[in-house]
């Protein structure tokens, strides 16, 4: 049937072209004397006969520029034009003769009538391209697109011509929507850094938008006074305690969610899936449904003989568990990145006698180590921006976040003496930048460091696929 | 060929291979589940209960909470829940405009983000600071610091804040569709325009997870078919849907589910504001109620979209 088919359109395909081919014939007898005429008609017969070259020989690496070359060697040397033109016009027929023929022996066929030193078609399109070369040698790279746009039809012109209006516009566009967005990113960022050092009745002053006119530390430094960060370092000093709970929790979570993960991504036992659910479940559930009873878990723990809240516990615990704050998440990424490391790996460790635990201490850990860190850091962030569960579990004991949360009401007591003061937020707006400049330095340093791990960790760490 | 061999020999003796490997699979996995049930699942459970639970008497005690289960009779058991859509006067509305504004934000960001991820994909100079800035959200966004911002950003600044959000309000937008007499037709359609125009910065620092995400999935297209594409001389557009689009559009679900996650529990959501307050004030049952039905409207739109969407996504393996 297809082949049927084929034959039928291949049938209607010469015969138009022989039409094409007598109306040819018939510009070429009246155009012997002059030659001019014959080069505007090349371009046609060219455009059917070039597609047939790839498809018969890779051979030919015709770079598209040497093919109108021919033509602007036939313009040149107007003598051997119609010769050319003969050339390319005389195969079709014995085309038309050879319907039964495959296309690739037609092709051939057409080569040889006129080519006596040549028998196959690559031999036959290589003299030309050689003699071209120089021809094309001297152009610019204008010229030649100019001539190659001659041998093109109109859609080809067309698409060529809106690629190069998008190429050339779009880095315009690209860099405009970057440097836009870009800015309504950073724009609170300059606000802090412009903020933070200024005295605050520059505030009012209409004149003073980005640079400072009184320039101070005071507020700096009054800001850390009031955040606590000056305490003793067993004081209750925030950044000591975020940095003991952020960095023992993630720690503590990473490993243990590893350890998870890569059970849920290696061995099948009954229920995985349902249990696979559960962990879904974690991501999904936000943390105040389950808070209250939380706190009333820790606050009786052990039967009500312990009293876990304003302990680190409250914390440690649960990130011990593979349960700390998007506990659910690191499994997830985990597992997925378990499942794609080649079983290989372990198949060999396991022929070498290595139990479960040690291949995974031994040779999923040393391969997994880009992972890890990913993980690491994105729990390093979420702990150091988490103040809804520490919240929830700690009274006395303050960490950054919750300190830059209640912000606002320790700064009317610090600088305004008066706790429940009505300061506008304009006048404390000064106080309130330089906290949160304080708040995200340590993570701004963390990431321009490891920036790199923070983006291009995550597909490393098979979040995708 | 090993696994056999190993079966046989153990067979007898040990306990077989398949089952011991499950046993080990249970060890990997034991740590988690112990700590799912102790800090997971029984507050879960308990929270359950709490919504059938008398608002009155359940009140914190020493040793635990005090408790005292709703009568079954008269329905009495679903008090809470009927408190909180029938009595209570802000509840039903804030839930309304949640939903109402989620619908709104999520189709923005992730067309957004899917937009942002394209172009960082490109190779152009300075991309990697590019990709630097576009990220700084995901560390930052999360804390109360975007509260501070955000808050700035929107009521503080007279001076230099309220020419930045008068810089990306345009006003351009209302008198563009005034001018197309669609003003008349549908104020709703130019409010919903209005918001998201006016909210640029909340929707470019709340994509920054999902512009990550897309990008790893753009990374992950095969060069084969980028080269195909180019052979057959698709335009940027048509490469963009016929090649970047399918090959995204596991990752689109992906994205879809987090971002309705991550703004449904957002603390700063007018629901979960309702169901904060409700907690310091003691009313644990109300809080309770209101939260599991709130939690199981969310699900069951994710769940909705999800099974819809799900359907014209392109999975290249199965």
């Known amino acids: 049937m297809d082949q049927d088919k084929n034959l039928l359109d291949k049938l209607k395909r010469i015969e138009q072209e022989a039409n094409q081919m007598d109306a040819q014939a018939a510009n070429e007898s009246a155009a012997t004397a002059d030659a001019a005429p014959q080069t505007d008609a090349a371009p046609i017969t060219e455009t059917p006969v070039t597609p047939e070259i790839p498809a018969e020989a890779p051979a030919p690496a015709v770079e598209p520029e040497q093919i109108p070359a021919t033509l602007e060697e036939s313009r040149e040397e107007k003598s051997v034009a119609p010769v050319e033109a003969q050339e390319t016009a005389e195969p079709e027929p014995t085309i038309a003769e050879e319907v039964t023929e495959e296309p690739t022996e037609a092709a051939v066929s057409m080569s040889t009538p006129d080519r006596p030193h040549s028998d196959r078609i690559p031999d036959c399109a290589k003299p030309d391209v050689h003699e071209e070369k120089n021809v094309g040698e001297g152009m610019t790279k204008k010229e030649a697109m100019k001539i190659r746009m001659q041998s093109m039809n109109k859609q080809e012109i067309a698409y060529l011509r809106r690629k190069m209006i998008f190429e050339k516009c779009w880095p315009v566009f690209r860099f405009l929507i970057l440097f836009g967005l870009g800015f309504v990113i950073l724009t609170p960022l300059m606000f802090m850094l412009s903020y933070a050092f200024r005295d605050s009745k520059d505030m009012n002053d209409p004149t003073v938008m980005w640079i400072p006119r009184n320039f101070t530390l005071t507020v700096m430094k009054q800001t850390i006074d009031a955040m606590g960060l000056t305490n003793g370092f067993f004081d209750n000093n925030p950044l000591v305690n975020t940095l003991f709970l952020n960095i023992g929790c993630s720690i503590c979570q990473v490993i243990t969610c590893a350890l998870t993960g890569y059970g849920f991504a290696r061995f099948k036992f009954k229920g995985r899936n349902l249990l696979f659910g559960i962990v879904v479940l974690m991501i999904v559930v936000p943390t105040q449904i389950i808070s209250i009873p939380l706190y009333m878990t820790f606050k009786n723990f052990m039967f009500g003989a312990i009293n876990l809240i304003d302990s680190m516990w409250a914390m440690y615990l649960p990130a011990m568990t593979a349960n700390g704050i998007r506990a659910g998440l690191m499994i997830f990424i985990f597992r997925q990145f378990f499942r794609g490391l080649p079983k290989e790996l372990e198949d060999a460790a396991y022929l070498d006698g290595c139990g479960p635990f040690k291949t995974f201490l031994k040779v999923m850990v040393p391969n997994a180590g880009s992972s890890f860190l990913t993980v690491f850091l994105f729990s390093i962030v979420w702990y150091w921006n988490d103040y809804y569960v520490s919240s929830a579990f700690f009274t006395n004991t303050k960490t950054i976040a919750l300190v830059l949360k209640n912000l606002d009401t320790t700064l009317n007591l610090a600088i305004f003496n008066n706790a429940n003061a009505q300061v506008s937020v304009r006048e404390k707006i000064v106080w309130l930048e330089a906290g949160c400049l304080i708040s995200i330095t340590p993570m701004l340093i963390l990431y321009a460091c490891l920036q790199k791990h923070f983006t291009e960790g995550i597909e490393r760490s098979g979040l995708v696929g | ?318």
């Open chain 2, 1 to 318: 060929m090993w696994c056999s061999m190993s079966k046989k020999q153990g067979k007898g003796i040990r306990m077989p291979y398949e089952r011991r490997k499950a046993m080990y699979g249970y060890g990997f996995i034991s740590i988690w589940l112990i700590g799912t049930i102790l800090w997971f699942l029984i507050p879960l459970f308990e929270s359950l209960c709490y919504c059938f639970m008398d608002n009155q008497t359940l009140k914190p005690d020493v040793g635990g909470m005090k408790k005292e289960w709703l009568g079954f009779a008269n329905w009495e058991w679903l008090d809470n829940f009927r408190y909180a859509f029938a009595a209570d006067p802000s509840y039903k509305q804030s839930l309304v405009e949640v939903l109402k504004d989620t619908a709104l934000t999520t189709p923005m960001i992730l067309i957004f983000s899917l937009f942002i991820a394209v172009i960082l994909n490109q190779e152009f100079k300075g991309r990697g600071f590019a990709r630097a800035i576009f990220f700084l959200p995901v560390i930052i966004a999360t804390g109360p610091v975007y509260n501070i911002i955000n808050g700035d950003m929107g009521t503080t600044g007279v001076d230099s804040g309220a020419q930045f959000t008068t810089l990306f309000e345009t006003d351009i937008v209302d008198e563009l569709l005034a001018f197309l007499g669609v003003m008349n037709i549908s104020e709703g359609l130019s409010e919903i325009i209005n918001t998201v125009t006016t909210d640029i910065f909340g929707l470019v620092w709340s994509s920054g997870i999902q512009i990550l995400i897309f990008l790893a999935a753009l990374q992950n297209i095969p060069v084969s078919a980028k080269e195909a594409a180019s052979m057959e001389g698709a335009t940027a557009w048509e490469y963009f849907w016929k090649i970047t689009l399918p090959y995204v559009s596991p990752m689109i679900l992906a994205n879809f589910i987090y971002t309705v996650i991550d703004s449904f529990t957002k603390t700063d959501n007018a629901v979960m504001e309702r169901v904060l307050t409700k907690q310091l004030e003691w009313d644990y049952a109300y809080a309770a109620a209101m939260a599991w039905s709130y939690f199981a409207i969310v699900m069951i739109v994710v769940g909705i979209v999800t099974l819809i969407v799900n359907k014209f996504i392109f999975y290249e393996v199965e």
